[in-house]
């Protein structure tokens, strides 16, 4: 009953607009003008199609006594080679587009430069333009390789996802009937651990009032819990990891669930680490240490090694903060399925289960997608293995390490997750140019992941919050659309009641590419 | 890939009780310990092994006992049994005597809820014909007789199991032991209901183990998966898990050797049968393959040995476990004629193993995850048996892969009711000769102690004056100063508390005394319970200082009436964890505005004080043997423990302190933020490994290994005076108060503090840090919390000072272990 209540109360928030800070935004493509042939007729502006108060070439700039044309941020917008109409209409020719080089050398295959502005434009405007592919990346494999099959049969249009009408995509994060609240979310994503340390004070917040906002959660990550994160102590998870910083029994007593960490995706076997230049002294007095000194994070718990000492450690959680729920959040070696039936049995009501493919830079190379499973295998093999122990539907599962979009979301529950845990993509809003400087020297140039007084400032956490809200918002339209194209009510109904096998490549809706004939 | 690369059962940790004994001893002592380790089990797997039984119990004489084999096997299909016996056994063996075990009759009720096999149960001998034939068959005629009889029974039983049981198909029938005089049982379900339910309660035998199993796969379990597993005259039990498992069972298949059970207990068993038994190693070397000397360890061994060493390590390094493991082995030594029980910890010193050694007219040596089970046991024989007492004359833990103890220790029970302790180099373990265990009944009352010097004198000097006196007291007079202080106690809540003061000090002190420590003890801690279960049970509007809470009142409790009012917390009956459990009820007592707390019964219940926010002066006495987790993320309350405490205590310690009358075990104080411990006894391994802030100890004994890993409290350190008392409550330095290899390992900050005058330890068992001399500084920074620990635990700080007998300077005792800063951990990419 309270679960539907809190439902009801829970309105969507608003999409309002949160444009980009930077002054000139990257676009696919780049209009070049030789001015010695330009004669300011104007002509350009008025056929370009995306002239809707911004342009390619800005009106306004003919009435410049320079004659000067200025390429405005609107170019962002540009169609590029398949419209070509500015470069037509231009009677002395002076025009040419291309594509922009900036462009070309963004992003990498998972997270491909059109994924990267696309989620950009989602955080700007709540929904994506369709000029850039929003679904999936290009690395060849896992989720760029699976679609639904909807999908195949026409195009998806973005009007049409807009005009999906609404569907139920909450979940419940206790189903363990063992008397702990059944928490409900109304989008079936939380937010992803990262620490004080790892991104900036500003960041966190901007997370924390998205999350509130969205009634979900964002996590603290392992590097305390900062007093800026209290009055928004409802939405935010307390990590307890390995080296324990900042971590004490007022925190745990806070959260509504702890997450116990005992392995990350993209870096499992090892231990955290923050290198010294970002151990600031604000970040040194949350941890209790001493600053600019490099902090590590062992591996693993050095009080549990093994699963009885597990269920010591849950239990002491459990006793600690009788009304919170346990996460437990894993890497995915090849024997997952047996740390998930531990956790089960060690009392966890969500297990964490992350995949190589997340992490910031600061997660090691050699470590990032070489030792970790997958996460589109992991999670079916977790899930038919909780479904023959039957157990299934006790266990929340939640995925993360690697899921960057709606479509990808749905897809790992459609392959047996509930949910996913969202790192990377929320970063992306914020700015990220996946550039993978995170963890040297004072940390990122676009002010999230450092712990720089002055590059922090960068962010400023109500627009950054308003970013992550408005690119949950269009995601939210995704699910719904994809929800109605399924004929489901529910993206609990996405998740499959037995075993996830593949047959000819296909499965509850989803069909893999290399098996089409 | 054969499935049995793939296939496996997957499993951690276990609760593992063994014990070893010069008398037998009865399966119903067991049933204890094995409850009150339930939760290092999951119900899905119990095992129990006997070994060195008693002939007239098993109805069969002396020799058939000794020398025939006793094969168990265990029928989930009752109908195999003919086929079985006419394809193994019939053809091949002379049967002495074979019987149906007895067993309950509904398993349902005692809360199983898979029917355990029907087992049946063999004495027998090969035929000499088949025997002889096998020999020739197999080119074993140069051996002895017996052993190839041995191979046979090994590969009968073998060929057994394929037959009718694998992992994998039909599981009909398996053998469950097949040694001589041993016997091995196992089920799905908890540990005890094997003795329950075949009727083991008054089996005798020398030698018992008990596995509560934790396996995570299969949602029909089968008791072939529980532990014990077999070698030949050899049962294992395993706590752990492998990383790999791989690659020993590809050690074992390159000699013929191929596991059908599927779990890394089996091939730790097969493997160890292969050492042991084929290869014939002795005990040593066998240790040597499974758990390898190295780094500093294998550095500090005399030359000879290091030659054997490196050789065994380049054979079987392969074999050797890698992982958090130990093995409780029982076996039948046959060759030599006695009874082993062998425990083994892994070269990291991964999982909890306690060793116990009780001295005296019976001789009892036990093994388990855990300190509380190890008690239990002896509290249940004690009340059958008043040569035992209800407490070990030591208790220790192994420092896998060392060079000191070799990680494993074996006790031997001869045939003449002898039993020795040993370690891996076949050291004898001693325990210290305090006081002749005869009992003087002369002498009387102390007239200098009776109810007017009670009255008048203050606690303190009450001890003082006991302490000074009760080094040639009997027990008689001990006990009636006991039933002197019970009655004081009764008179009134002041009385009482003085009462137990009194007992308290006798309890946390070292004194000489003729009465061993094991004996008075539990005689003092008995005591004090008694006095505690007087205080009245909890009620509204109650008007003494004193109340007490119970499992039955827990829902009762109330407001304090005064400020002052003490809580007095009957642990006994509360579950080990959960909802309901002690962490709940302490933190609800200090909500109601209860300062003021004694908590006493503890039979292992965890969490007590986990993550209890208290920072205006709490006070929490605790008596018994707490669990696990004790005061984790406590934050400002005063702990008190009255005895020794598990692993993981003061985890997260935030502020407070906590004062340790004993040894601390794991992991103590991981990730503590601040606050001060104070430990009179030893503690493990990886004690302030990652703390941070103000985190501040005390250790007056010693540690093995990895203490303040990672340690970056810059306002905290560690004080480790590596002292003990002799069995004359004197001060004894150790020999070095730090054995291990791993010292302050990259610590960021804080600093170590070593009583170590004679400079025993060295730069090569640090790792990032460096040795110095403590300055004028230092011993101001000391000195304070030296002060407090002599006012707490009577170690005068006078004595710390003098090394053989002279009293020496500060800087001349004490020396500093600081962390060096690494250049690669401060000036990453900065250009400075």
């Known amino acids: 009953m309270k679960m539907i209540q809190s439902r009801l109360a829970f309105k969507v928030p608003e999409v309002k607009p949160a444009v980009s800070k930077e002054p000139f935004r990257i676009g696919k493509f780049e209009v070049l003008l030789d001015r010695s042939k330009c004669t300011a007729c104007g002509l350009c502006a008025q056929v370009c199609p995306t002239y809707i108060g911004s342009a390619i070439v800005e009106y306004e700039a003919f009435k410049k006594p320079s004659g000067i044309l200025r390429v405005t941020n609107a170019r962002a917008m540009c169609e590029g080679l398949v419209c070509r109409k500015c470069v037509e209409s231009c009677p002395t020719k002076a025009l040419t587009v291309r594509i922009n080089p900036q462009y070309l050398i963004l992003g990498d295959k998972r997270w491909t430069a059109d994924l990267i502005l696309s989620t950009w434009e989602q955080a700007e405007s709540g929904k994506p333009s369709g000029r850039y592919e929003y679904r999936v990346g290009d690395s060849g494999g896992g989720f760029d390789k699976i679609r639904f099959d909807f999908e195949l049969e026409e195009e998806v249009s973005i009007n049409e996802i807009f005009e999906a009408e609404d569907r139920d995509t909450s979940i419940v994060l206790n189903r363990r009937r063992d008397g702990r609240p059944e928490i409900s979310i109304p989008i079936p994503v939380y937010s992803a651990d990262m620490s004080f340390g790892s991104i900036s004070l500003r960041v966190m917040v901007a997370r924390a009032i998205a999350a509130k906002a969205w009634n979900t959660f964002t996590s603290t990550g392992e590097g305390g819990y900062p007093n800026e994160l209290i009055p928004f102590k409802d939405h935010v998870i307390t990590q307890v990891a390995t080296g324990h ?61 093994s699963v009885e000492d597990h269920y010591r450690h849950v239990q002491l959680i459990k006793d600690i903060n009788p009304k919170a729920l346990v996460s437990v959040k894993v890497s995915t070696p090849i024997d997952v399925d047996m740390v998930a039936i531990g956790s ?116 400023d956490p109500e627009w950054g919050a308003q970013r992550i809200i408005n690119m949950y918002c269009s995601w939210k339209k995704q699910w719904n659309y994809i929800l109605s194209k399924l004929g489901l009510s529910s993206i609990r109904e996405l998740r499959p009641k037995n075993e996830v096998k593949f047959r000819k490549g296909r499965f509850n809706h989803l069909v893999h590419l290399d098996h089409l004939r | 890939m054969t499935m049995n690369s793939f296939e496996r059962v997957a499993e951690g940790g276990c609760g593992v009780i063994g014990v070893a004994s010069s008398i037998p001893i009865k399966g119903r002592f067991l049933l204890r310990p094995l409850v009150q380790t339930h939760n290092r089990g999951n119900g899905k797997g119990g095992g129990i092994a006997a070994v060195g039984l008693s002939a007239e119990q098993l109805g069969v004489s002396k020799r058939v006992l000794e020398e025939c084999y006793l094969v168990q096997i265990a029928y989930l299909d009752s109908n195999v049994r003919e086929d079985v016996e006419a394809s193994f056994i019939k053809p091949f063996m002379r049967v002495e005597y074979f019987e149906k075990l007895p067993t309950l009759g509904d398993y349902r009720s005692i809360g199983l809820e898979v029917k355990p096999p029907e087992v049946w149960r063999y004495f027998l001998r ?38 009718h049981y694998s992992s994998t198909g039909l599981k009909k029938a398996f053998v469950l032991s097949h040694g001589r005089n041993m016997i091995v049982l196992k089920i799905v379900g908890y540990a005890e209901q094997v003795i329950k339910y075949y009727m083991l309660e008054d089996l005798e035998a020398h030698i018992w183990i008990g596995h509560q199993r934790y396996p995570t796969k299969g949602k029909v379990w089968h008791p072939g998966g529980s532990h014990p597993f077999i070698g030949l005259n050899d049962a294992l039990v395993h706590n752990g898990d492998f990383a790999n498992y791989y690659s020993i069972t590809e050690y074992l298949r390159q000699r013929n050797i191929y596991p059908l059970f599927l779990t890394d207990t089996e091939v730790a068993a097969l493997y160890w049968d292969l050492l042991t038994r084929i290869y014939r190693y002795p005990l040593e070397y066998a240790i040597e393959a ?27 390094i ?143 000097e009450l001890f003082k004056l006991v302490s000074k006196s009760i080094g040639d007291w009997s027990i008689r007079e001990v006990v009636s100063l006991i039933e002197a202080l019970e009655e004081h106690g009764m008179k009134g809540s002041e009385e009482m508390l003085k009462a ?111 993550g209890l926010v208290a920072r205006d002066g709490v006070r929490i006495d605790v008596y018994g043997r707490p669990g696990d987790c004790l005061a ?74 990895y203490m303040g890993e990672s340690f970056m409290a810059a306002k905290g350190f560690i004080i480790l005076n590596g002292i003990r008392f002799d069995g004359k409550g004197r001060l004894v330095e150790k020999e070095t108060p730090y054995h291990g290899g791993n010292l302050l390992p990259l610590a960021a900050a804080g600093a170590v503090y070593i009583r170590d005058p004679r400079g025993t330890v060295g730069e090569d068992q640090l790792n990032g840090g460096r040795i110095e001399s403590i300055t004028g500084k230092d011993w101001e920074k000391i000195l304070p919390l030296l002060r407090e620990n002599e006012k707490l635990f009577g170690i005068r700080v006078e004595d710390l000072l003098r090394v053989n007998g002279v009293l020496r300077m500060p800087e001349e005792v004490y020396r500093k272990v600081v962390p060096v800063q690494v250049a690669a951990l401060t000036r990453y990419e900065r250009g400075d």
């Not at chain 1, 990350?264 to 151990?279: C, R």
């Not at chain 2, 499974?290 to 079987?316: G, N, S």
């Not at chain 2, 794991?666 to 933020?673: L, M, N, R």
Request: proline share 5%; with cysteine.
């Open chain 2, 500 to 610: 137990i003061s009194v007992l308290t000090l006798l309890i946390d002190r070292r004194y000489p005394s003729r009465v061993s420590r094991n004996r008075l003890i539990p005689l003092f801690e008995k005591a004090v319970s008694k006095i505690l279960s007087s205080v009245p049970l909890i009620e509204a509007n109650f008007q003494g200082r004193l109340q007490r809470v119970d499992w039955d009142s827990r829902r009762m409790l109330v407001k304090p009436s005064a400020a002052n009012s003490v809580l007095v917390i009957d642990a006994h009956d509360f579950p080990p964890e959960g909802d309901e459990g002690v962490c709940n009820l302490l933190e609800n007592a200090y909500r109601l505005g209860w300062r003021r707390l004694i908590a006493y019964n503890f039979i292992g219940q965890r969490n007590f004080g986990a």
């Open chain 2, 126 to 163: 090969v035929d000499e014909d088949v025997l002889k034939k096998f020999a020739e068959d197999n080119g074993m005629q140069a051996l002895d007789p017996r052993d190839v009889e041995d191979e046979f029974i090994y590969r009968n039983s073998f060929a057994l199991n394929r037959k």
């Open chain 2, 318 to 460: 392969h074999g050797s476990p890698d992982g958090p493991w130990f093995f409780i082995i029982a076996r039948n030594d046959v060759r030599n004629r006695v009874f082993q029980l062998i425990g083994i910890t892994d070269t990291s010193m991964l999982r909890p193993q306690v060793f116990a050694l009780h001295d005296g007219d019976v001789k009892i040596g036990i093994i388990a995850s855990e300190r509380q089970a190890i008690d239990a046991m002896l509290e249940e024989l004690s009340k059958h048996d008043e040569r035992i007492h209800p407490m070990a004359d030591a208790y220790w833990y192994a420092r896998g892969g060392s060079y000191t103890d070799g990680g494993a220790f074996i006790y031997t029970v001869d045939e003449y009711g002898g039993l020795v302790c040993t370690n891996k180099f076949g050291k004898r373990v001693a325990v210290e000769a305090s006081t002749p265990r005869v009992e003087f009944n002369g002498g009387g009352w102390r007239p200098e102690i009776d109810e007017k010097t009670i009255k008048r004198l203050g606690p303190e």
């Open chain 2, 290 to 316: 499974l758990a390898p000397t190295t780094e500093r360890d294998f550095a500090m061994l005399p030359d000879e040995k290091k030659k054997i060493y490196k050789v065994i390590q380049a054979t079987h």
């Open chain 2, 632 to 705: 984790a993320f406590a934050d400002g309350p005063e702990f008190h423990v009255h005895g020794s405490v598990q692993d993981s205590v003061a985890y997260c310690f935030r502020s407070g302190r906590i004062v340790v009358y004993g040894d601390a075990g794991k992991a103590f104080e991981y990730g503590a933020k601040g606050g001060v411990a104070f430990i009179l006894g030893d503690l493990v391994d990886r004690p302030l490994i990652n703390a941070v802030g103000s985190a501040t100890a005390v250790i007056n004994g010693s540690c093995m290994d």
């Open chain 1, 344 to 459: 089960y049995y060690a009392g966890a009501n969500i297990l964490q289960v992350d995949g190589g493919f997340g992490g910031t830079g600061a997660a090691p190379d050699i470590a990032k997608k070489n030792i970790a499973m997958p996460i589109e295998y992991a999670i079916p093999m977790v899930h038919n293995y909780l479904v023959r122990e039957g157990v299934r539907d006790e266990m929340v599962i939640m995925a993360s390490g690697g899921i960057r979009t709606a479509f990808d979301v749905a897809k790992i529950i459609a392959l047996g997750a509930d949910g996913a845990v969202i790192g990377t993509s929320e970063l992306v809003a914020l700015g990220c140019k996946r550039c993978g400087n995170c963890e040297r020297g004072r940390g990122c140039p676009s002010g999230i992941a450092t712990t720089d007084p002055a590059l922090s400032l960068l962010i």
């Open chain 1, 245 to 305: 910083f900042g971590v004490n029994a007022e925190t745990v007593k806070r959260a509504r669930i702890v997450c116990l960490k005992y392995a990350q995706g993209a870096k499992p076997g090892l231990g955290g680490h923050l290198l010294a230049d970002k151990v600031t002294p604000k970040v040194a007095e949350i941890r209790e240490v001493v600053p600019y000194i490099s902090l590590f994070s062992p591996f693993p718990f050095h009080n549990v090694y």
